[in-house]
């Protein structure tokens, strides 16, 4: 008997399914979700006349939030746009010295 039958003949040991399970956390699922979060406190940190960059590139101005949407301000007059439109990468590349620093918790 070879090893590679030897290995196939037992089946998957649940230790090494593990350890599969955890890496798989460790590198896609953790990292997802710490970005979830920063996004998060990243639009509930806006406030009126912070400047902002939507996910479709418009830049604009804060000038009103509500419970489910914001208007901003931009050159050719005002939009209602919902808070999960702001992007949060493109609003501190554009606008990196208005940006809030954050704070650990």
């Given amino acids: 008997m070879t090893l590679l039958q030897a290995a196939g003949s037992q089946g998957m040991n649940p230790f090494v399914l593990m350890l599969i399970m955890a890496v798989f956390f460790f590198f896609m699922i953790w990292p997802q979700m710490r970005r979830q979060k ?46 999960t439109g702001i992007s949060m990468e493109m609003t501190q590349a554009a606008y990196p010295t208005e940006t809030k620093t954050e704070t650990k918790k």
């Avoid at 830049?59 to 949407?69: A, N, R, S, V, W």
């Fill in 38 to 83: 920063k996004a998060k406190n990243f639009t509930a940190s806006l406030a009126k006349g912070d400047h902002i960059v939507t996910t479709g590139g418009i830049h604009g101005k804060i000038c009103q939030i509500q419970d489910k949407y914001m208007v901003i301000e931009m050159e050719e007059g005002k939009m209602k746009i919902d808070p």
